[in-house]
């Protein structure tokens, strides 16, 4: 039986697609990446916005094609869009044989049984708990760097986010396993540990009655072999001084946080139903500067919700031209269904959240530029990536997150392996990328 195995969505879905690629290789089942030949495809679906619906639902009707064209006998559904649009998939797309839902991967391998043999399964289980994982990861980031997902769910209710109804509430991963985890993963090759979540800031608070991610960054530092740990999704209202201070003293926490803010003005954040004020984010980002003064940090915007205007608009804008954020990532506002921002009546036109989008993309690109020019001369490690067409290794600083931030190229004779860590000088900049040379 050969299995094809489509992931789509987030870095946090793709550990939930690596887990269940572990059980089903445990499983004896061969893997393809040739849809025709395929005997079972599984499709880890992804409804965060709507575009990310949309290629989820596009994406299952191209996999059902193959049940006429090649040699598909069963198509199965896991993810977000299976947690929250079961019925509608079982009723529009009936060539799937079975459904899981986010709480149910570890199912994963009685799903394909049971779909093999003809019996339609569903397991939505509960949004409680997590699901039991015994088989070993099948790492698909090429090795060198792995996702660790440290908790699942979230408990914010923003009102634009669909998240906590189909992932549950906050549930953190038990400190032991993450470190039994990320052991394995180091032994296997990885050299940069980049921490997931909904929400990393609040790892712990469920187990552990209080916020804990600064105690596990100090066991996670006295992994041997290990060369970079990076966070993610760090909420900025829930930033403690523990955690700043565990980034300080564990040499391997790379000096990035990403922190998704999604807004400055005070009436949009409060209608988004976040916990933060302009000031409150001024200051937030004005004391980790000061406690950790070479810090890279990211952020994500939306633009055009529900009651946002010119004014409100140019005001964002000249937050980002004050705060000068490392990385920036803007979003068109999507409304999601069963959120209650899809309800509220000043919906903004379409056209306009695009043009407030790439205006805000384009300040950054002014910003991140004059940020580059700043680095040259510095010498930095580099985690190198690959190589492009002419020749020039494609590596990551400790400012880089795979995927979402800029590289920086390097032209050397010397021979450069994927996973290699070098010491670099900048001696360049394009728009969001560097140039540097080995020392």
């Known amino acids: 039986m050969k299995l094809l195995f489509v992931s789509l969505g987030c870095d946090k879905n793709l550990v939930d697609t690596e887990y269940m690629l572990g059980m089903l290789q445990a499983d004896g089942i061969e893997m393809t990446n040739d849809e025709t030949e395929a005997d079972i495809i599984i499709v880890n679906s992804c409804c965060f916005i709507n575009d990310a619906k949309e290629e989820s639902i596009n994406t299952i009707l191209e996999m059902a094609e193959y049940k006429k064209t090649g040699s598909l006998k069963a198509l199965i559904v896991t993810g977000c869009l299976a947690q929250r649009y079961q019925d509608e998939i079982k009723k529009e797309i009936p060539e799937v044989d079975a459904i899981l839902g ?7 391998v009685n799903a394909v049984h049971e779909a093999l043999e003809g019996h339609y399964y569903k397991n939505l289980g509960t949004l409680e708990g997590l699901p039991t994982l015994k088989n070993k990861r099948s790492v698909t980031t090429g090795g060198h760097f792995a996702y660790l997902k440290i908790a699942e769910g979230c408990n914010k209710h923003c009102t634009y986010c669909i998240i906590p109804s189909i992932r549950g509430r906050y549930r953190s991963v038990p400190m032991e396993d993450l470190v039994a985890q990320a052991k394995e993963l180091v032994e296997n090759g990885a050299k940069e540990l980049i921490l997931v979540a909904q929400e990393t800031t609040l790892y712990g608070i469920d187990l552990y009655g209080e916020k804990s991610l600064h105690k596990l960054l100090d066991e996670l530092n006295k992994i041997t072999g290990l060369f970079w740990i990076r966070i993610m999704y760090c909420y900025p209202e829930e930033i403690y ?5 565990s980034m300080i003293r564990n040499e391997k926490v790379c000096h990035y946080l990403d922190i998704p803010i999604q807004h400055s003005n005070d009436t949009m954040l409060r209608r988004m139903g976040r916990k933060t004020s302009h000031d409150d984010l001024v200051n937030i980002i004005t004391n980790l500067r000061e406690r950790i003064p070479d810090i890279t940090l990211r952020t994500t915007l939306i633009c055009g919700f529900p009651g ?22 803007a979003f068109a506002y999507s409304p999601e269904e069963g959120t209650p921002a899809a309800e509220f009546p000043d919906q903004v036109d379409e056209e306009q959240k695009q043009i407030w989008r790439d205006a805000v993309m384009e300040l950054q690109e002014e910003v991140i530029f004059d940020k580059n020019e700043e680095m040259k001369d510095r010498e930095l490690y580099v985690f190198i990536e690959g190589q492009v067409d002419g020749g020039a290794y494609v590596g990551r600083t400790y400012r880089d997150a795979p995927d979402v931030d800029g ?11 994927t996973g290699d860590i070098v010491k670099v000088k900048v001696v360049g900049a394009y728009e969001y990328d560097l140039i ?4």
């Open 241 to 245: 001084e523990e955690l700043i201070d």
């Open 308 to 329: 946002e205007t010119e004014e409100m608009h140019e005001e964002l804008m000249q937050f980002i031209n004050d705060m000068e954020f490392d990385r920036l990532g």
């Open 102 to 108: 986010t709480n149910s991967y570890d199912d994963i």
């Open 436 to 439: 540097g040379e080995i020392i």
């Open 407 to 417: 590289y920086i190229f390097i032209n050397t004779d010397e021979t450069l392996m």
